[in-house]
């Protein structure tokens, strides 16, 4: 039982280029989130996924897309990566309130 | 808008000594209530949490939290810290009932000195 896993765990990338970061749990847990944490800013919803099917705006939406593949995995994509989303990215998943977190992705943008 | 506030943001302890960290949030109705911890380099997980009954709440590795709604706070608190405890502690509150979606606070570094 691995809990919540990311990959990849770091990653530096040049302003403009993409990257799809993975997301995947084992629980059976309907609800996915993804958030970035900032020093001083805590962690700030960029989006999350209720269930199977659906996903919705976060606090902080903006360059990122998403998509809830099945019940198991949802990613996070940057179409065009910019400075200002150099962060630390972490999934999370519930089945009810309490949230179990992933490992979370270190990422760069140059 | 519903927020919760962490006032301290930097705490630095030496080992033994008592440990209080503020957490208050605005939101109307009845509320669940958690701590999060964070170690270095590692990810968050939970450490207590209330959502009924006994107001005190304990957690994980000597840490309690108490509820006070007429203060809208829930503080964390552990009698003698260890070196160990040095880690990010978020706060985190969402609506009974409701979304399951939580609001965090930004957070409160603690570090520990041996």
Not at chain 1, 89 to 94: H, I, Q
């Amino acid at each position: 039982n691995a809990g919540v896993t990311q990959t990849p765990k770091f990653q530096v990338l040049k302003t403009g280029q993409s990257m799809t970061l993975q997301c995947a749990q084992d629980m059976n847990h309907n609800s996915m989130y993804w958030y970035r944490q900032d020093p001083g800013m805590g962690l700030r919803l960029i989006y999350y996924s209720a269930s199977e099917g659906t996903t919705d705006k976060g606090e902080v939406p903006n360059g990122y897309n998403v998509s809830r593949l099945n019940k198991r995995e949802f990613s996070l994509r940057l179409e065009s990566a910019a400075p200002s989303q150099t962060s630390v990215y972490f999934c999370a998943s519930s089945i009810s309130y309490e949230q179990y977190f992933g490992p979370g992705t270190r990422l760069t943008v140059t | 808008a519903q927020s919760v506030s962490q006032h301290n943001h930097h705490v630095i302890l030496s080992e033994a000594a008592s440990l209080e960290l503020g957490c208050n949030y605005s939101y109307g109705g009845t509320v669940n209530l958690f701590w999060y911890v964070q170690y270095p380099g590692q990810h968050l997980q939970l450490l207590l949490k209330y959502f009924s009954g006994d107001p005190l709440v304990k957690g994980i590795k000597g840490f309690e939290a108490e509820f006070i709604k007429s203060k809208f706070s829930f503080n964390l608190r552990k009698p003698s810290v260890q070196w160990s405890d040095t880690a990010e502690y978020f706060c985190a509150v969402n609506l009974a009932g409701g979304s399951y979606i939580p609001t965090f606070g930004r957070g409160t570094s603690l570090i520990v000195h041996p």
